[in-house]
């Protein structure tokens, strides 16, 4: 009995999304800039997301951009848009591409690819001095990047 209750629990959860598999990075897909699928298949926690893109040691978004409701967060850059209103501007799909890669989107962008293994010239092993090896990996993990997504829509005018 207890495990056809596992088991049917299990089918349900794999029915609803939650136990998706995580899209690689050199697996994402584009369209026309916008990254229609979710990199998890888990919902993005917009609390967490505003976390990493007010701390300069993950998302550190706020090098760039300015964000009213991140105010607290000292030293806001001006190269980038403000982030205000994004959720306006942007389909949640074409924020999710723009995290992951925007450089696919606006190709003259100086913003970093957040989700993106692949392709650099030259990429340090951090900041030793070093090349990069086989740990070399994503500025964010594939949920991070859903968090700030979450947290992008959540921008309003």
């Known amino acids: 009995m207890r495990i056809s209750v596992i088991l049917a629990s299990l089918v349900g959860l794999a ?14 897909s584009f369209n026309e800039g916008a990254v229609e699928q979710s ?19 993950q ?11 991140l105010a607290d967060v000292p030293w806001h850059g001006e190269i980038g848009p ?7 501007r942007w389909s949640e799909a074409e924020l999710r591409g723009i995290v992951v890669n925007a450089k696919i989107m606006f190709e003259d962008s100086m913003m970093p690819s957040f989700y993106k293994t692949e392709g650099f010239i030259r990429p340090g092993n951090a900041y030793t001095g070093k090349a990069a090896d ?7 993990s594939a949920q991070q990047v859903e968090d700030v997504v979450a947290y992008l829509t959540t921008l309003k005018e």
């Open 15 to 28: 029915g609803s999304g939650a136990l998706a598999e995580e899209v690689a990075p050199t697996a994402v």
């Open 39 to 57: 990199l998890t298949g888990v919902p993005g926690d917009p609390a967490n997301g505003r976390l990493i893109v007010g701390d300069k040691g």
């Open 59 to 69: 998302g550190n978004c706020v090098a760039c951009h300015q964000v009213s409701d």
């Open 82 to 88: 403000m982030l205000d209103g994004t959720a306006d």
């Open 134 to 140: 086989e740990t070399f990996g994503p500025l964010l």
